[in-house]
C-alpha cells in the first residue's frame, strides 16, 4: 500500500487513504492505470530519438543536398526534439514521489542504468576498431588508457543522454524529498526561476545575464521537476488535451521555421531552436507530455503485451539502436532509401524492430539481462 500513497490526478475519482495520520489523496482510474500512459509516452520518446538520429544526417548535409529534403530533416527535426527532456520527465513523475533509502536506491536503479550502459560503450568502441576509426598497438597500457579515455568521455553521440542521467539519479533522492514536502506554489517557484535562468543564457538575452550564480537551478534537474509536477498537478483547463496539440504543432512551426531562417542567414545549420535547454523545448515537451496524459488510448490485449514487451526492452533499445543505423547505412537503408519524408520513418521504424530483435537475443544469453538494458 506504501507505493500507492502519492497523488495522482488523472480521470476518475477520488479516494482518500490514511497513513500515519497524514491524507493523501488517490485519484482512481479503473480503466486507465496512470503507468499506462506513462508507458505509451515512453515508447513514443523513444521511437522520436530514433527519428532524430536517422534525419540528423541529412539536417548536417546543408547546401550539398536540394532544399526541399533539407527542410524535410528540419521539420522531422522539430517534430521530435521532446525525446530526451520527455525521458527526463517521465523519471521525475516516477521517482520523485517515493521516499528511497540511499543504499538501496543505488543498489537497485543506478546498476540497472551503469552495467547495460558499461557493456554497450565496450560495443561501440569495438565497433570503431573494427571501423578503423580507432587502433590499437602491441602496448596494453597505451591500449587501456584509450579505452578508458573513451568510456570517460563517450564511445558513441548518443550516449551522452546516459551520463547526464546518472548525474541526475545522484540527486533524486534530494529532489525527490524536495518535491514531497513543498507546496505547489514553491516548486512553480522552482520551475519559474529555471525557466528564466533558460531565458538569460540564450544568446539574444545573455548580454543581460547577471553575475548572481544562479546554477543551482540550470540543467535537466528542471525537467525532472517540470515531470513530476505536471503529472501530478490537477488541471481545469477543458480540452486540455486539444490546447496541448495546438501548443505542439505551433512550436514545431517556430522551430522549423527559426532553424530555416538561421541556415538561410548563416549557411550553417544552426541549433538555437534545437537545444533541449531552451524554451521552445521546454514548451513542446511538456505540450506532449501532457497530451499524452490526457489521452485515453484504447488498446486490444494483443497490442498491450506488445507494449508491455518494448517497455522492458526500452532502455536497451536506446543504448543500441545507434550501432543497428550504422550497420543499416552499410546496406543503404537510410535517409537516402527514397524520398526523405518515406525514408527517415522507414529506416526508423525498421532500426526500431531490429534493435528489439537484438537486445531480446542478448538478454536470453547468460547473463544477459544485466547487459541487454
Not at 205 to 211: A, C, D, I, T
Not at 251 to 264: D, E, N, Q, R, S
Amino acid at each position: 500500500m506504501g507505493d500507492l500513497l502519492f497523488l495522482i490526478e488523472d480521470y476518475g475519482k477520488y479516494v482518500i487513504f490514511k497513513n500515519f495520520g497524514i491524507f493523501n489523496t488517490l485519484m482512481i482510474t479503473p480503466n486507465k492505470p496512470y503507468t499506462e500512459w506513462i508507458n505509451n509516452l515512453r515508447i513514443i520518446a523513444l521511437f522520436a530519438v530514433i527519428v532524430l538520429h536517422t534525419s540528423a544526417v541529412l539536417l548536417a548535409e546543408y547546401g550539398k543536398v536540394s532544399v526541399g529534403d533539407w527542410l524535410t530533416a528540419d521539420i522531422y527535426n522539430a517534430i521530435v526534439r521532446f525525446a530526451v527532456p520527455v525521458f527526463v520527465m517521465i523519471t521525475g513523475a516516477l521517482l520523485l514521489h517515493r521516499e528511497y533509502e540511499l543504499g538501496d536506491f543505488f543498489k537497485k536503479r543506478l546498476s540497472r542504468v551503469v552495467t547495460p550502459f558499461l557493456f554497450w560503450s565496450l560495443v561501440y568502441i569495438g565497433y570503431s576498431w573494427y571501423n578503423d576509426e580507432i587502433t590499437f598497438g602491441a602496448d596494453v597500457w597505451a591500449n587501456t588508457k584509450q579505452v578508458f579515455h573513451l568510456l570517460k568521455y563517450g564511445s558513441s553521440y548518443h550516449l551522452w543522454y546516459v551520463y547526464m542521467l546518472i548525474g541526475l539519479y545522484f540527486v533524486i533522492p534530494v529532489v525527490g524529498k524536495f518535491v514531497r514536502n513543498t507546496s505547489p506554489k514553491e516548486i512553480r517557484y522552482f520551475l519559474l526561476i529555471w525557466i528564466i535562468v533558460m531565458l538569460l543564457a540564450q544568446p539574444w538575452l545573455v548580454r543581460y545575464n547577471p553575475q548572481v550564480d544562479l546554477h543551482y537551478f540550470a540543467g535537466y534537474i528542471g525537467y525532472l521537476v517540470l515531470g513530476h509536477y505536471l503529472a501530478f498537478r490537477e488541471f481545469k483547463l477543458p480540452n486540455i488535451r486539444g490546447w496541448m496539440i495546438l501548443v505542439f504543432v505551433l512550436t514545431v512551426i517556430v522551430i522549423a521555421v527559426g532553424t530555416w531562417l538561421l541556415y538561410k542567414s548563416n549557411s550553417t545549420v544552426g541549433t538555437l531552436f534545437y537545444e533541449p535547454l531552451s524554451p521552445t523545448i521546454v514548451l513542446l515537451s511538456a505540450s506532449v507530455f501532457l497530451a499524452a496524459r490526457f489521452t485515453a488510448i484504447k488498446m486490444s490485449p494483443a497490442i498491450i503485451r506488445v507494449r508491455n514487451f518494448v517497455s522492458d526492452y526500452n532502455y536497451g533499445i536506446y543504448l543500441g539502436h545507434a550501432l543497428v543505423l550504422y550497420l543499416l547505412d552499410r546496406f543503404d537503408i537510410s535517409y537516402k532509401l527514397c524520398a526523405p519524408i518515406i525514408s527517415i520513418p522507414i529506416t526508423a521504424l525498421l532500426c526500431f524492430a531490429l534493435t528489439l530483435g537484438l537486445v531480446w537475443v542478448i538478454s536470453k544469453l547468460p547473463f544477459g539481462k544485466w547487459i541487454s538494458g
